[in-house]
């Protein structure tokens, strides 16, 4: 049996995660089905099935929405043709890109301008990796961590920048670093780290809780980036470190003569996720919350759903009251409202 569960804080969604799960639960609450969504919202399979058993079709080409339905683009960032292509064939477009994605995909434009040979750091495949890399397909070269610069190749005297998709492992965004440091000394880098401030803080968290745990559980999907990374810096401090999906995977043997179970979760992991492997896990002497820092960012939604939601409010209320013009709205009260609440909406 085990003793003690110690809770990494934070853990679990993100600012991106939070804003891009509201979002498109306001969609399938505005919009009669299906509403189509560009990719996996974000990458997590219970909150996947939650979308499509509310009416959401997750697409992998954009080519197969239909004409005139809503279509949202997922929190990874899309290609600029998949932007392009989703605008002219909606009736509603929403962009649902983290702005931290949103920032990289700036980057690799503004390097690509100015004659850069950019160097991308990340791992094929994956849906982040494609969106930036299209935004500059003759000057970017992805190169996995895993590894190395041995696949870069840049032109003759060309001058050469460094950027990385947001989930990486801070080793493997660092191990890189150092190396194309040494190999181009004028080498161009964000003045601030592309790694998003989610992943930093939880590879921080999980490095703490190895320190005073038996085992480490991290729930998040196996497509989830940011949480397979959190599995390597965990494994990588000498603690036996396992992926959950669910309370569900946990493994009788895992929690044999165990003292300790550290617990976190990936950044597109729900909280309602993480409670259920607690009360799997059932520790005799209950759960303490080990705190490496507090996060209190916060993205709004997409502009375009914004817009569209202050157009439809009055309209709505127009059908059954007068209209108050000082009554405040969803938009107004976003802040308070959390992805968690929004699942709950759909039964999750």
């Given at each position: 049996?085990?003793?003690?569960?110690?809770?990494?804080?934070?853990?679990?969604?993100?600012?991106?995660?939070?804003?891009?799960?509201?979002?498109?639960?306001?969609?399938?609450?505005?919009?009669?089905?299906?509403?189509?969504?560009?990719?996996?919202?974000?990458?997590?399979?219970?909150?996947?099935?939650?979308?499509?058993?509310?009416?959401?079709?997750?697409?992998?080409?954009?080519?197969?929405?239909?004409?005139?339905?809503?279509?949202?683009?997922?929190?990874?960032?899309?290609?600029?043709?998949?932007?392009?292509?989703?605008?002219?064939?909606?009736?509603?477009?929403?962009?649902?890109?983290?702005?931290?994605?949103?920032?990289?995909?700036?980057?690799?434009?503004?390097?690509?301008?100015?004659?850069?040979?950019?160097?991308?750091?990340?791992?094929?495949?994956?849906?982040?990796?494609?969106?930036?890399?299209?935004?500059?397909?003759?000057?970017?070269?992805?190169?996995?961590?895993?590894?190395?610069?041995?696949?870069?190749?840049?032109?003759?005297?060309?001058?050469?920048?460094?950027?990385?998709?947001?989930?990486?492992?801070?080793?493997?965004?660092?191990?890189?670093?150092?190396?194309?440091?040494?190999?181009?000394?004028?080498?161009?880098?964000?003045?601030?780290?592309?790694?998003?401030?989610?992943?930093?803080?939880?590879?921080?968290?999980?490095?703490?809780?190895?320190?005073?745990?038996?085992?480490?559980?991290?729930?998040?999907?196996?497509?989830?980036?940011?949480?397979?990374?959190?599995?390597?810096?965990?494994?990588?401090?000498?603690?036996?470190?396992?992926?959950?999906?669910?309370?569900?995977?946990?493994?009788?043997?895992?929690?044999?003569?165990?003292?300790?179970?550290?617990?976190?979760?990936?950044?597109?992991?729900?909280?309602?996720?993480?409670?259920k492997v607690i009360d799997r896990i059932a520790p005799t002497?209950?759960?303490?919350?080990?705190?490496?820092?507090?996060?209190?960012?916060?993205?709004?939604?997409?502009?375009?759903?914004?817009?569209?939601?202050?157009?439809?409010?009055?309209?709505?209320?127009?059908?059954?009251?007068?209209?108050?013009?000082?009554?405040?709205?969803?938009?107004?009260?976003?802040?308070?409202?959390?992805?968690?609440?929004?699942?709950?909406?759909?039964?999750?």
């Amino acid at each position: 049996m085990v003793t003690s569960v110690l809770l990494a804080e934070p853990r679990g969604f993100c600012a991106g995660v939070e804003m891009a799960i509201k979002a498109l639960t306001w969609m399938v609450q505005i919009h009669e089905p299906p509403v189509y969504c560009y990719h996996e919202i974000v990458h997590n399979g219970a909150v996947v099935a939650a979308f499509e058993d509310a009416g959401v079709v997750f697409v992998d080409d954009i080519g197969e929405v239909p004409a005139g339905r809503p279509v949202m683009l997922s929190a990874h960032g899309s290609a600029p043709e998949v932007a392009e292509a989703a605008e002219a064939g909606a009736a509603v477009m929403v962009d649902a890109v983290c702005p931290l994605v949103t920032k990289v995909h700036h980057e690799v434009r503004r390097m690509a301008t100015k004659g850069y040979d950019i160097i991308y750091v990340g791992h094929e495949g994956h849906d982040e990796a494609i969106g930036a890399m299209a935004e500059a397909p003759t000057a970017a070269q992805l190169v996995d961590p895993r590894v190395g610069l041995g696949t870069f190749a840049a032109g003759a005297g060309a001058k050469v920048a460094l950027l990385a998709q947001t989930t990486l492992g801070l080793y493997e965004w660092e191990d890189v670093l150092s190396d194309a440091q040494e190999r181009f000394p004028d080498l161009w880098t964000a003045r601030k780290s592309d790694l998003c401030y989610a992943t930093t803080n939880r590879q921080t968290a999980i490095q703490e809780l190895a320190a005073r745990s038996d085992v480490l559980l991290v729930v998040g999907s196996e497509n989830s980036s940011n949480t397979k990374a959190l599995v390597r810096v965990g494994t990588n401090a000498g603690v036996p470190t396992y992926r959950v999906d669910s309370a569900a995977d946990i493994a009788r043997e895992w929690l044999e003569d165990v003292g300790t179970v550290g617990v976190t979760a990936g950044a597109s992991a729900s909280e309602h996720a993480v409670q259920k492997v607690i009360d799997r896990i059932a520790p005799t002497e209950g759960v303490d919350e080990m705190r490496v820092t507090s996060e209190d960012e916060y993205f709004p939604l997409p502009p375009n759903l914004r817009r569209f939601m202050a157009a439809l409010q009055p309209l709505v209320e127009g059908g059954f009251v007068c209209r108050n013009p000082g009554s405040p709205g969803p938009i107004e009260h976003d802040r308070d409202f959390t992805a968690t609440e929004a699942l709950a909406i759909l039964g999750v």
